[in-house]
T-cell receptor, first 115, second 114 residues
């Protein structure tokens, strides 16, 4: 069974703090993704990575950066947290079988509140 | 990237079979159809994926007609715990860099009543 874990289930931070969200997968997947999900807006892609040290911007990368130093770990960084980054953050991974049949496995999510 | 259209919401009763249809008129030749399920406050969970005809697993069945312009997710004998949002995805948006973006739409909110 694929397991994707995220470092925190709930997180409360203050405006201006630097925030690290960690994601680890145990299935040797090539692809890893970070999404945020907000009511009425659905899942929006922030960044993804298809190889170590490779990253691609998603639809809403502003205010975020990522790091993938090891294949199993993909970190999302909020450089200076703001209240509009309060959201549910979801990490996912997938094996590289081509985009047409991509199957993503999601972590449990981190609910981040920025005060 | 094929645009998908699915109902915004559906209601059902326990024990009934539920069929959720997704339209994807512009599906590309190499695209697969993938369904995910999401419970409140959890990440989406892969349910089933298919290319043509019928696929069945322990959770659901996926029916795809020959023209592949639509697909139907079938949930047999639903229970209260099947209340969730169900997403239909077709293919992904290819990028010039070699990567791709998966697009999750609004999904279908299924509410199962006792």
């Amino acid at each position: 069974d694929v397991k994707v874990t995220q470092s925190s289930r709930y997180l409360v931070k203050r405006t201006g703090e630097k925030v690290f969200l960690e994601c680890v997968q145990d299935m040797d997947h090539e692809n890893m993704f970070w999404y945020r999900q907000d009511p009425g807006l659905g899942l929006r892609l922030i960044y993804f990575s298809y190889d170590v040290k490779m990253k691609e911007k998603g639809d809403i990368p502003e205010g975020y950066s990522v790091s993938r130093e090891k294949k199993e770990r993909f970190s999302l960084i909020l450089e200076s947290a703001s209240t509009n980054q309060t959201s549910m953050y979801l990490c996912a991974s997938s094996r590289d079988r081509g985009p047409q049949r991509d199957t993503q496995y999601f972590g449990p999510g981190t609910r981040l509140t920025v005060l | 990237l094929a645009k998908t259209t699915q109902p915004i919401s559906m209601d059902s009763y326990e024990g009934q079979e539920v069929n959720i249809t997704c339209s994807h008129n512009n599906i590309a030749t190499n695209d697969y159809i993938t369904w995910y399920q999401q419970f409140p406050s959890q990440g989406p969970r892969f349910i089933i994926q298919g290319y043509k005809t019928k696929v069945t697993n322990e959770v659901a069945s996926l029916f795809i007609p020959a023209d592949r312009k639509s697909s139907t997710l079938s949930l047999p004998r639903v229970s209260l715990s099947d209340t969730a949002v169900y997403y239909c995805l077709v293919g992904a948006r290819l990028l010039n860099t070699g990567g791709f973006k998966t697009i999750f739409g609004a999904g279908t909110r299924l509410f199962v009543k006792a």
